[in-house]
């Protein structure tokens, strides 16, 4: 009878696990349910710090008439209301009719810069799937605009669109006989080619970068499959490449256009502090209303609007990529 008691309670904590576990599951459970955040704190305060403070600051400066007047303490400013809004959005003044102007030149320039970019990029990706000798340094060479620090990419270029000088006009002027004379390239209404060229030639190594990489992922059983039945390159990049890259693109359409749309470094190194009028950026010109013309509260209520345009693009088109990859077979 007594020896038969502690085989009856060891068989009790045994057929029930869960009251004898369940205390010490718990920690553990808490642990690594919090361990994800825990890690991601140290990227959410420098986010808090770099990014959202100063986006709720220029929030609030959007609403005050904030001059160079008030510049050494903000705060006192005058309340302006939506009247900075009011005056960027009026396309009959020459304040808004201006930020119009830029918001359509930016508009072109983006639609331009990011479909080349993709197009030169996804060729290229494809190119070099091939096994050839040389393969290597040749990607490493593709990969050197993107590697090179912007500004010391873009002043190169900016010796080599000079007028008198300069290596485009040497090419196309005096040695292939294109141009009838030298064009300026940084001023007038080819600013904006030269813009487009240095924009293009600085993004499309990030598209074949990536792009790049999305194709280790399609089997190369396909292709072979494919070859088998007759089908030539332009079809088994229509039919397999393509549709199995589109995840990939839907990325990466989406970074390039943000960071085109918003890019500031290559207009303003590229042409100084004013842009000309055909390579005017929205970006280069919420600078200029902020810090040449020293009314930042206009400037801060532009770049409120400019922040409210991004976010609608990047959600409708989030909208209808994820309406696309559920509608998709």
């Known amino acids: 009878m007594t020896a038969t008691a502690p085989a009856a309670e060891a068989t009790v904590r045994k057929s029930s696990p869960g009251a004898a576990r369940g205390p010490r599951r718990r920690p553990g459970r808490i642990r690594r349910i919090g361990l994800p955040y825990l890690l991601l704190l140290p990227a959410l305060l420098l986010e808090l710090l770099v990014h959202l403070v100063p986006m709720a600051i220029g929030i609030v400066m959007s609403f005050k008439e904030l001059t160079q007047f008030y510049i050494r303490d903000w705060g006192t ?112 209404d080819n600013s904006f080619i030269a813009l487009l060229v240095v924009s293009v030639w600085k993004g499309w190594p990030f598209a074949f970068l990536i792009v790049m990489a999305g194709l280790q992922n399609i089997p190369r059983e396909l292709y072979e499959a494919a070859a088998l039945d007759g089908a030539g390159m332009l079809q088994q990049v229509r039919r397999i490449t393509l549709p199995s890259l589109r995840p990939v693109n839907q990325v990466l359409v989406l970074v390039l256009f943000l960071w085109t749309f918003n890019d500031f470094n290559t207009p303003y190194v590229l042409f100084g502090k004013t842009a000309p009028e055909a390579a005017d950026l929205i970006s280069v010109h919420i600078y200029q209303a902020s810090f040449v013309t020293w009314n930042f509260g206009t400037g801060s209520a532009m770049s409120v609007l400019l922040l409210l345009f991004l976010l609608v693009v990047t959600g409708v088109y989030l909208a209808l990529t994820s309406r696309g990859r559920r509608t998709a077979p």
């Not at 930016?106 to 070099?128: D, E, K, N």
């Not at 008198?164 to 007038?188: E, Y």
Request: contains cysteine.
């Open 77 to 188: 400013a005058p309340w302006a209301g939506f009247d900075n809004y009011s005056v960027s959005v009026d396309f009959d003044a020459p304040v808004g009719k201006a930020l119009l102007h830029s918001f359509l030149v930016t508009i072109a320039f983006t639609l331009l810069s990011v479909g080349l970019c993709w197009l030169i990029g996804t060729a290229a990706a494809i190119f070099m799937q091939d096994t050839f000798r040389g393969r290597g340094l040749l990607r490493a060479l593709f990969l050197v605009p993107y590697a090179l620090p912007v500004y010391a990419a873009v002043i190169t270029w900016v010796f080599m669109f000079q007028h008198d000088n300069g290596l485009v006009n040497h090419v196309l002027h005096d040695q292939l006989g294109i141009t009838d004379k030298p064009s300026f390239w940084l001023i007038g």
